[in-house]
């Protein structure tokens, strides 16, 4: 794992501070002789969590990998094993999102959420649930499919945070869901958030301030893909609040005008075909551009072709990109796509290119700002209130030591820098807007 490869490249210094600060202050804790016990449990509380923090970052070489990791959680939680004292650190950052897995028994899956409802850390910092309805496999019955459906009925209002809900489900697991609602008559006031499968349009009316809901029909099959996503629109054109929709489907050409009949008044759009195909542009804009209030596009599928080591041609905006012309390439669809919508603010191009409108013109010009950034800012730089806070017995000979090491990460770092950590934001400059809905790309 190259980021606590690099954690632990600092504990070596921080081991040699440590010494220092020791020799300068009698009565710290020895083990054996006159040298210190060196161990994890010498870190302040700050700079563990600065770990933590960059653990849950994950480590990302170029933009392909930026298109699926979304978190590092696995990484804190593998951390967090270390001592007691580093688990209560990292609670906050393990329990922001839970994923149930679609491998659980019913079984497995009830004690699960039994032991969420009991947690006061779920309680607390549990703001997105994650939770996956495959239950025909592992079931005989109705009345056991039913068991787990009623944990979830019960545990669901006990996080007093939540405010995400993803559910993937089978067409069974969906009507025994459907049925424990409606047996409990409750409803998610506090959810804003929604994401879900084919079956599942009965909930959105059970969660009044609705604000954004994604549709993940790719994900579980179903014979009739088209007749649930229709369902599902139908539900959230009644959803007066919705500002963001998401379609995650592989035939997103054949709905995105069911999208615009149903949410005509959307601000934020996200698409993703789930393919590999990616998105044609040529056939998405004119589409586009019928969306009377649209101020944020999200296309997931760009950044994984952008970041690729050979050539092909990125369907996205029909230009050719590589690892070394990805500037290029991200400028063209950018160009094309606020060129083409009016009234858009805000395009994201996967989790590691965002561009955004800075200033209008009088005579239809603006200036478009964007940042391309995966990277966090690197960790020697986050650590360098160290040298301050170890600075009792710092001598030359420690400061000569820090160097070394700083320049040794530096060079670690240097090549994922200038490729992705552009922070300071690039200007494109006359992007020409067409005003009437009649304007040709």
Not at 265 to 270: E, V, Y
Request: aromatic fraction near 8%.
């Amino acid at each position: 794992m190259k980021t606590l490869t690099l954690v632990f490249a600092f504990f070596d210094y921080l081991s040699q501070l440590y010494r220092g600060l020791g020799t300068s202050r009698p009565g710290l804790p020895y083990a054996f002789g006159t040298e210190p016990r060196l161990t994890l449990e010498c870190l302040p509380d700050d700079v563990l969590l600065i770990v933590l923090d960059q653990l849950e970052q994950p480590v990302v070489e170029n933009a392909v990998q930026a298109g699926f990791l979304i978190h590092g959680s696995s990484n804190v939680i593998r951390f967090s094993t270390v001592n007691k004292r580093i688990r209560v650190l990292g609670e906050a950052r393990i329990l922001r999102t839970l994923h149930l897995g679609p491998s659980w028994s019913a079984k497995k899956l009830s004690h699960a959420l039994l032991h969420i409802r009991l947690s006061g850390g779920a309680k607390r910092y549990t703001k997105r649930i994650k939770i996956d309805l495959w239950l025909e496999g592992a079931i005989d019955s109705a009345k056991n499919q039913m068991a787990p459906m009623s944990e979830l009925i019960e545990t669901l209002p006990s996080l007093d945070h939540l405010r995400a809900l993803g559910i993937t489900a089978t067409a069974s697991s969906a009507s025994a869901l459907r049925s424990a609602f409606e047996d409990a008559n409750m409803k998610l006031d506090n959810i804003t958030e929604l994401t879900l499968s084919p079956h599942m349009d009965w909930l959105l009316p059970r969660c009044p301030n609705l604000q954004a809901l994604s549709i993940n029909d790719w994900v579980v099959m179903s014979q009739d893909r088209s007749t649930h996503a229709a369902n599902l629109l139908k539900a959230a054109a009644a959803m007066t609040d919705l500002l963001h929709f998401a379609l995650h489907n592989h035939r997103n050409e054949v709905h995105l005008p069911d999208v615009l009949e149903a949410l005509p008044n959307l601000h934020s759009l996200g698409l993703f075909t789930g393919t590999g195909g990616g998105i044609n542009l040529d056939y998405h804009l004119p589409i586009l551009r019928r969306f009377r209030q649209l101020k944020r596009l999200e296309l997931v599928e760009a950044s994984k072709f952008l970041g690729q080591h050979h050539m092909r041609t990125v369907s996205i905006s029909r230009c050719h990109a590589s690892k070394e012309d990805i500037t290029a390439a991200q400028f063209h669809i950018t160009h094309k796509v606020f060129q083409a919508l009016p009234r858009l603010q805000e395009l994201i191009l996967g989790p590691n290119f965002r561009a955004w409108v800075v200033r209008g013109h009088e005579d239809s010009r603006i200036d478009v700002r964007w940042e391309a950034t995966v990277f966090r800012r690197p960790l020697q730089e986050r650590l360098g209130h160290l040298r301050e806070r170890f600075s009792c017995g710092y001598s030359r000979q420690w400061e000569t030591y820090a160097e070394a090491q700083s320049n040794e990460a530096a060079e670690q770092w240097s090549l994922a820098d200038s490729m992705h950590s552009r922070t300071d934001a690039q200007t494109l400059a006359d992007v020409q807007r067409h005003e009437n809905d009649g304007g040709e790309d």
